[in-house]
């Protein structure tokens, strides 16, 4: 069995309401892409009401920001806010960065060598001998999967601690010079983060001084098991061109439709493999790509009872962030302020849709001590 004991979560400096995105859509887009001034609409469909970006609003009207500037901003931003997102997950968990024995680190919106996870091990004060595997290209389903893979190596080595942390910039990849529907459709969805989780596994806490307070430390989510899935033929749904300026979005209108029509199978078959039904999930963490895709999952699960509440919080505050978004609705459910969000023995859907197109789940429980 593997845990999860904690998330953290990091979001960059300037704060974009939804308003001010859509002045400078309207502005930047006007008399350059049919209808336009209808498709103004998303902005506030959205459900989004602000958003964060690593850059202030102004340096988007600038026409010429190369692939080498875009990217020097990524590894700049990636690398601190990982860092802040990573040292709160490890201070909820009650674990030090030296304890750390492996690390998953998740991203699509940048390139480095060494990659962004050597700096933090680094940076953080982990021992030079720390395991790593950077993962790039999953993209919003990066969170989910790099969850998973951080479940296996402790599940493979249970008296170790895994810690898993997933950035995007997804801001930067606005393409001056492009009209098209689909970047418009980007300027009023996606935003930049980080999100960190602490894994561990079912031994680790065995023999462990009790933290500050007396008490050892808590796991409170069991990782049951997880899924992929990886749709034939559908690789211009979702993903990135690379162009002399950066990463250009591939977004098909398609999405929402894919989801309610081909999820609610995949789930059911993933769900069957534990012995579980649909009707025996008690939590959804999915992924808010946005307000059509929430609607999506709503018609594809049956849910009606204000399941999503989580997922419709983080892209009213935070928008699409990639890969993070998804940890950022689990952090809310781990520590929004209600200890019993999750009570032991219930069960957590978690799930994210990336490019390709593809899916990936993980089935969760609620647990309040190590076995």
Request: glycine share 8%; hydrophobic share 45%; with cysteine.
């Amino acid at each position: 069995m593997s845990y999860i004991l904690s998330v953290g979560t990091a979001l960059p400096e300037h704060e974009v309401s939804q308003a001010e995105a859509a002045e400078f859509s309207l502005r930047h887009f006007n008399g350059r892409l049919a209808r336009h001034s209808q498709l103004m609409s998303i902005f506030p469909n959205t459900r989004i009401e602000k958003r964060h970006f690593v850059r202030p609003l102004p340096w988007f009207a600038v026409e010429q920001h190369s692939l080498k500037e875009r990217n020097d901003i990524y590894i700049a931003s990636a690398e601190a806010l990982s860092i802040e997102a990573a040292r709160i997950a490890l201070e909820r968990a009650n674990v030090s960065p030296e304890q750390v024995d492996f690390v998953v680190f998740v991203s699509t919106t940048g390139m480095a060598t060494p990659s962004i996870d050597a700096r933090l091990i680094a940076k953080l004060g982990m021992r030079p001998t720390t395991k790593r595997t950077p993962v790039w290209g999953l993209g919003c389903a990066g969170g989910v999967a790099g969850l998973a893979r951080a479940a296996e190596f402790v599940r493979a080595f249970p008296d170790k601690i895994a810690l898993l942390v997933a950035v995007e910039t997804c801001s930067i990849t606005f393409q001056f010079g492009d009209f098209s529907k689909k970047n418009f459709v980007a300027t009023s969805l996606f935003a930049d983060g980080a999100a960190a989780a602490v894994m561990s596994g079912e031994q680790w806490a065995v023999g462990r001084s009790p933290t500050a307070n007396g008490s050892l430390p808590t796991a409170h989510l069991a990782f049951l098991g997880s899924h992929s899935m990886l749709f034939p033929n559908s690789e211009h749904v979702m993903g990135w061109d690379v162009v002399d300026t950066g990463l250009s979005v591939i977004f098909a209108p398609e999405i929402p439709a894919r989801i309610a029509r081909d999820m609610q199978p995949v789930v059911a078959g993933f769900l069957g493999e534990h012995g579980v039904t649909p009707l025996e999930l008690d939590h959804y963490v999915l992924h808010p790509g946005g307000a059509r895709v929430l609607e999506a999952y709503q018609e594809a699960f049956g849910l009606q009872n204000g399941e999503l509440k989580h997922a419709v919080a983080v892209l009213r505050d935070c928008g699409n962030m990639s890969s993070p978004t998804v940890l950022f609705v689990l952090e809310r459910v781990l520590h929004g302020g209600h200890v019993q969000n999750v009570r032991p023995g219930e069960l957590v859907l978690m799930g994210a849709l990336g490019p390709g197109f593809s899916s990936e789940l993980a089935l969760l429980r609620g647990a309040d001590a190590y076995p």
